[in-house]
């Protein structure tokens, strides 16, 4: 029956850990379609006397980049720099602390 149980919670996990991955991967497309679309649409029809690669331009991108940056970074970077049985093997280490 345990062995079950861990099955079950090892899917749980799994299905978040997909969850969290899946909506970085919507946040890059989005990401990458919003801002070909402004820099498209800026290139089609320029404003009169203005410099195409202004701050205004890039800016979005720019900051909207770091933040995707960020997203991507919380959602690999754990499990790059502490393992995959990290997180398991400090709640072992904490309950057997406790007893």
Do not use: C
């Amino acid at each position: 029956m345990e062995n079950k149980r861990e099955q079950d919670i090892r899917y749980r996990e799994a299905e978040k850990r997909m969850k969290k991955i899946k909506g970085f991967y919507i946040h890059a497309i989005v990401y990458f379609f919003v801002n070909i679309f402004i820099i498209a649409s800026q290139a089609i029809d320029p404003d009169p006397g203005e410099v195409f690669w202004d701050w205004d331009l890039i800016s979005l991108p720019f900051f909207w980049g770091i933040g995707l940056a960020a997203h991507g970074l919380s959602v690999f970077l754990p499990t790059f720099i502490l393992g995959k049985d990290w997180e398991e093997k400090k709640i072992k280490e904490l309950m057997d602390k406790n007893r």
